[in-house]
């Protein structure tokens, strides 16, 4: 994908905001999937306007997609997602939060209140290889121990 090709194609940015929830160990994170585990992705979703990025996530999480809390809500990743869908070139503007769950006792897989063939579940960071996750660029990103926050894209 090049500059020119982007410029004739590309649809306006979508800024939506997205969490990374790890395990206390820090050896799992929760992603969601489609019942063919098609790929991998982060929950959450469009950021409203007047809304706080954590106020956006907790409202996605905790009120519209599933229902369980979470906690130490952190800026982590600035993503920029370049990628083709539906023959169109699209620009998402991803806010990826870290957060860990308030109950880890809860019981997964999860499935999505408004979208029956979505579920969320545990997923060994060791193990992601085998899937692909998208956006593509950040499963080489969650072995990084990131303190603060830092911007990367897979525009290339």
Known sequence: ????????KLQ???IKVV???????KK????????EKTFLR??????????????????????EEYKFKITNIKPWILFENFFECDDSLNHEILIIQSANL???????PISHIEISEIQIDWFEISELFKYKVV??????????????????????
Do not use: W
């Open 12 to 14: 306006k940015p979508i």
């Open 42 to 63: 982060f929950p959450g979703g469009k950021l409203k306007f007047g809304e706080t990025f954590e106020d956006c996530i907790k409202r996605e999480i905790e009120k």
């Open 1 to 8: 994908m090049n500059k020119t090709v982007l410029k004739t």
């Open 135 to 156: 956006p593509i660029g950040i499963k080489k990103l969650l072995n990084l121990d990131i303190e603060s926050t830092h911007h990367y894209s897979n525009f290339q």
């Open 102 to 108: 308030l109950n880890e006792e809860i019981e997964f």
């Open 19 to 25: 969490v990374a929830v790890f395990s206390q160990n």
């Open 28 to 35: 799992k994170i929760l992603f969601q999937l489609d019942n």
